[in-house]
């Protein structure tokens, strides 16, 4: 059964293409920076957002027209593979992405929903036999249902604490299954509304416990795959202890957790946490903790969660930019954490959303790439940062002074003469080259 019957498979028809059903500006063969932009993008499809939203919200029921919405428990759990694996090739996508609960039902036990998932799990793996798409990482769900009120691993009941481990012993297991090439811890409900009733210091040893039986287990059946933690810095609880990647590395360092982790970072997270997705980016970048990136943007007039598909050229292209300097993603990728709007209910809007990220993430891995080759962004950050390369400066650097060396120094100095940053003939440099870009497509 085909769920997409009118929709061809996607292709790469250039800027002037007035096709909606066509990439404008993401050619999987063309090679930036020495690798195709296939390669460098790894782009992977959120199995939730696309397969299993309603495209509910607090104030309304679900829109969303999905033809395998028909069926029922395993019957839709098993439409929803087939669908995907149709979607899957006709956007020539190479990786997708899920939560345990996201391709198979709860049973009314742990053992019945163990069992769901193997049935839906090997019919996963039966389709990617056939198809170029990988498994770019699997997590669990350990937020959504009832008993997880009070969180997972922080949780105050020790029996949930056993309940979630033994779902990510699963998780771990359906990753090695399926070759999965990450891993995602996603604290949903890692966190606590008010210190009043909570145990602050043993919530986090235990979530620091955790991690490390997950590393444990991992090796133990040989699943070798990148461990990576997504920061959030609310919804649903008042207080995430996975607040951004700066309050995470200080964590996992903690826990002597580092050496085992990178970070999944979201771009919508980013805002909500009041960063930049490109600072977050860079924290992470600079610490060598840069694992994978969920792709997405957030309303700047809502300050919930949004998940909008990307289509801010600007913030695409200082991620872009991160993500060069950091030599790629590795094992990770651009996943579309993405949904479409609650007006946006026919099914040929997914493939609509899609393409308009995957284009949006082109342009900047394009126009990043330029910015790096001429040495316009490292030019202007070298000038400015030139004190530090001789001098007393030299000296900072190298560690040769101190405070008593210093103040020889500023006692000698007549004045300070600062430079000024220059933001916004910056600004203007970027602008122009996105626009030099899109003139040259043309």
């Known amino acids: 059964m085909t769920y997409f019957n009118n929709i061809d498979k996607i292709k790469y028809e250039g800027p002037q293409s007035n096709n909606p059903y066509a990439f404008k500006f993401y050619n999987p063969e063309e090679v930036v920076g020495g690798r195709s932009m296939e390669e460098y993008l790894r782009f992977g499809v959120a199995y939730w957002h696309t397969f299993t939203e309603d495209l509910s919200d607090p104030f309304g029921t679900g829109t969303a027209i999905r033809s395998w919405d028909k069926y029922d428990d395993m019957d839709l759990a098993k439409a929803r593979v087939e669908a995907a694996f149709e979607f899957f090739e006709k956007l020539n996508v190479p990786y997708f992405c899920f939560h345990d609960v996201d391709i198979a039902p709860e ?23 056939d198809s170029k798409t990988k498994l770019l990482w699997n997590t669990v769900n350990n ?17 949930v604490f056993a ?40 919530e986090l040893d235990n979530l620091g416990r955790f991690f490390r039986m997950g590393v444990d287990y991992a090796k133990e059946i040989g699943f070798d795959a990148q461990f990576l933690i997504e920061p959030k810095p609310k919804e649903p609880t008042t207080h995430q202890y996975d607040f951004d990647v700066a309050s995470g590395y200080a964590f996992l360092q903690r826990y002597d957790l580092a050496d085992h982790f990178k970070f999944n ?25 840069l694992g994978s990136v969920d792709a997405n943007q957030g309303h700047p007039l809502l300050g919930w969660d949004t998940d909008e598909f990307p289509s801010d050229l600007y913030s695409t292209t200082l991620a872009m930019y991160e993500i060069i300097k950091n030599g790629g993603l590795g094992s990770g990728g651009l996943n579309f954490d993405a949904k479409v709007r609650r007006g946006s209910f026919a099914p040929e809007d997914l493939f609509h959303a899609h393409i308009a990220g995957m284009d949006s993430f082109a342009v900047g891995l394009k126009v990043a790439q330029k910015l790096i080759d001429d040495d316009v962004l490292d030019g202007l950050v070298n000038e400015r940062y030139s004190s530090f390369r001789e001098g007393i400066g030299k000296d900072i650097v190298d560690g040769s002074t101190d405070f008593h060396k210093l103040e020889e120094h500023a006692l000698r100095l007549d004045g300070i003469e600062n430079q000024s940053g220059g933001l916004e003939k910056i600004k203007a440099k970027i602008n122009q080259y996105l626009l030099t870009m899109y003139a040259e497509e043309k």
């Open 163 to 202: 309940y979630a481990a033994a779902k990510v012993k699963k998780g771990l297991e359906v990753g090695k299954e399926l070759g999965s090439e990450n891993y995602v811890f996603w604290g949903g409900r890692e966190g606590y509304e008010t210190l009043l009733n909570t145990d602050m210091k043993l």
């Open 265 to 289: 970072i979201e771009a919508n997270h980013a805002t909500l946490a009041g960063h930049t997705f490109e600072h977050e980016l860079r924290y992470a970048r600079v610490n060598d903790m």
């Open 143 to 159: 937020f959504t249902h009832p008993r997880f009120v009070h969180g997972a691993a922080s949780s105050n009941n020790a029996d």
């Open 107 to 129: 049973g009314s036990n742990l053992r019945e929903s163990n069992q769901n998932l193997d049935t839906i799990v090997a019919m996963i793996k039966d389709y990617m036999k």
